[in-house]
C-alpha cells in the first residue's frame, strides 16, 4: 500500500518529501497553498496533517499521511482520487 500510495502520489506531481514507508510527506514552498489542499483533502473525506512554520523552515509546509497494510486497495484508490482531485482543483483556481 506504501508503495501504490507512493508512486501514485509521484504520479500526479506532487513534491513527495518521504521515501516509500508508511508514513509519508508532501512539500509546499507555501503555506497557504499547504493549506488550501489540506482543506481540498479535509472536504473529501480525506485527514493529514498539516505542519507549517514555525515547525519547518521559514516559508515551507508539509502534509503528512499514513498508509498501512489495513489499509484496503479500495481505501488506497480513493485517497488517491481525492488527492488528484485537490491538484486539479488548485490547478483551475490558480489560473
Not at 501504490?4 to 514507508?21: K, Y
Not at 484508490?77 to 482543483?89: N, P, R
Amino acid at each position: 500500500n506504501a508503495q501504490v500510495m507512493h508512486d501514485g502520489l509521484a504520479r500526479i506531481g506532487l513534491s513527495l518529501r518521504a521515501p516509500t514507508g508508511p508514513i509519508g510527506a508532501i512539500g509546499f514552498s507555501d503555506a497557504r497553498n499547504a493549506y488550501a489542499f489540506w482543506l481540498g483533502l479535509f472536504n473529501r473525506g480525506i485527514y493529514v496533517n498539516i505542519i507549517l512554520p514555525p515547525a519547518t523552515p521559514s516559508g515551507w509546509a508539509e502534509l503528512r499521511f499514513s498508509v498501512s497494510a489495513a489499509h484496503t486497495p479500495e481505501q488506497v484508490a480513493f485517497a488517491l482520487s481525492a488527492f488528484s482531485d485537490v491538484v486539479q482543483e488548485l490547478n483551475r483556481l490558480a489560473v
